[in-house]
């Protein structure tokens, strides 16, 4: 049987982690997120293609696609968590499962981050694990896709 796929979408900015706040991301590379998530995904037995976009058009266009071939999706909408209801409702159009992951936890840092207009849509979040964030996100995928 052909492995299910899974698709990694990243928001803005997620392109320059490496130049971004360490106290809140750490050490890491967006290429970190490419290795692990490559590595999640053989573990629990998906094929991947990750994709990053700092533009909210792009990324809705995605969804589309992702909803129309009943892919799941793992997302960090990144600072569009926080106010794109045109991506909470491209998130909504989906068929398949859809995790918000983010690095950092929102919820210890500035007010406008604990609001995320996307969580209500998903099936669930995982945040404030770093890169291990992504990892459960797929764990959680192996058990709710097949
Ligand atoms: C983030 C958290 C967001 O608040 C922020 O805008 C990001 C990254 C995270 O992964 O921790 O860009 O989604």
């Not at 997620?14 to 999640?40: M, N, T």
């Not at 266009?61 to 409702?89: E, G, M």
């Not at 989906?94 to 983010?102: F, R």
Request: aromatic residues 8%; negative net charge; contains cysteine.
């Amino acid at each position: 049987m052909s492995e299910t796929k899974v698709l990694v979408l990243n928001g803005p900015n997620l392109s320059r982690l490496d130049l971004r706040e360490k106290s809140f991301y750490g050490d890491i590379s967006y290429s970190d997120i490419e290795v692990i998530c490559h590595q999640a995904a053989s573990e629990h037995g998906f094929q991947v293609e990750i994709k990053q976009s700092n533009d909210e058009s792009e990324l809705i266009n995605w969804l589309h696609q992702a909803a129309d071939s009943k892919t799941p999706v793992i997302f960090n909408p990144a600072a569009f968590t926080h106010y794109s209801y045109a991506i909470r409702d491209a998130v909504a159009m989906l068929k398949a499962p859809c995790i918000e992951v983010h690095l950092s936890n929102p919820l210890s840092r500035e007010e406008f981050r604990h609001t995320s207009v996307i969580a209500g849509v998903v099936q669930g979040s995982i945040a404030g694990f770093g890169l291990e964030s992504y990892r459960l996100a797929f764990a959680a995928l192996g058990k709710l896709v097949k």
